[in-house]
């Protein structure tokens, strides 16, 4: 068997789990690009199979081959395996791109994860609230967040289970060491769907804007063994610091500075204990929940074990 | 639940001011510059940032030609020293205005610095100085308990390169710490027999 003909069996077998692959076709490819261009073997397999890549709307790592199997969303812990969920969609959000198809999230009993569906993909739209069972979509993570790409081989079928969508909340308690600059009074960039938060008065995308103000902490809450930085958006401000946005808004005028506002919220946070719940989205929590703790702890249990060391 | 896929900050580290006063010895982990500059401390564990809670008891303005604050900040096992200067802004005003005694939680960096007889002081340079109340300070110093136990758990631990080398630069006995452990946290207890017959009286500003 000549190499360009073992490659070509090699290529055949990498794609055939994905494609509706004919050897002749990826032999007479390699063929042209050696015989014809003079491109070396090595260079015209990485050039043919992109060609597959590309038509069936996957990335080269996603060829490594994985037993393909149904998963529950809170087992989804590593990137780049081919998977199986069946899912309700939680929500669809706008594509930020062209490239994209539908992007949003997917929920099961054990949690929910983001997903993607590439437009040149073509696949069947889904429907908000609807359960599917997605056949072959792949893992992805992202700053320690995972997510699911549907691809063009994504077999998707819509089933008539309910599903009681998991919330996979985080619970962290700690010390509220820092508050991060963009917090306090800020402002919004107004174009629809965007709503960046402006750098002196410009949007990065937008330009200057006439902006919207808004109420935002970025904080560091640390429990002296990690730190987790989490998103105070209005609401849970406002029941963080006891500041809501027309107070913020008229301390802002009195010192013609937004900045008092973030100075004042730190002087009423930093340093002290805070109970915070929601979900992790990249490396931050998005809190939905807030409470200062001010119950005493009993320091007995670990007076016990430091007395017995 | 830290996110280890992007340099992460690092823990504030709950330090009883004994033994942070005693962590003299500092290091860097790279050559740059602006690598971050730890302390070592006696229990077997890097700090570039601590997070302590305690009673604010003097404050002092000890700069010559600028403003530079001095403030001495009490916990069950001694007193720690903060210093703030012009780059502290924030952390100076506080020193500036609060009146003491009040309980303050500080966020800073350790700092160490050698006197004219060569003797090496410990200080810390706040991020921030925040007036916080009894139940926050008794949170914390059973909190610091809990993590000097955890550090001194490990100091003998398999591969804690930072507890052998603690054990190289420091003559102290770590079971100082355990003993300001106990002693920090039986003065809680007291603490709480003396409070709830006087609770009515205790609603101060």
Redesign the interface.
Known sequence: MSDIQTAARDIHEEFTDHLDIDLEDVSARLERLVSEYKVPLSEARRSVENHYLDEAGLERDDLASGSEEEVSIADVNQPEQWISLTAQVVDLWNPRSDAVGQVGLLGDETGTIKFTAWAKSDLETLEEGSVYRLENVVTD?Y??RYSVKLNKTTEITEVEDEIEVGDDD?T?DG?L??IQSGSGLIKRCPVEGCTRVLQNGRCSEHGDVEGEFDLRIKG?L???????EVIFDHEMTEALTGIDIETAKEMAQDALDTTVVA?EM??T?????YRVTGP?M??YLLANEVEE?????D??D??I???S? | MADNTTPTREPARRVFATELNDATFTFKESEDDRAPVYVLLPTGEQANRVFVVGTLTETEDVGRDQEYWQGRVVDPTGTAFVYAGQYQPEAAGALRELETPTYVAVVGKPRTYETDDGTVNVSIRPESITVVDESARSRWVTEAAERTLDRLGALDSEGNEYGVRAQEEYDVDPSVYQSAVVEALESLDELDAEAEPAEDLSSGP
């Open positions: 993570e700053q320690g985080s962290m010390a060491v820092d560091v640390d429990d002296g063994k990690s730190v987790q100075d730190e002087e946070v930093l340093g002290r204990y992790v990249g490396r703790l001010t119950e005493p702890v320091p007995d670990v007076l074990q430091a007395r060391m």
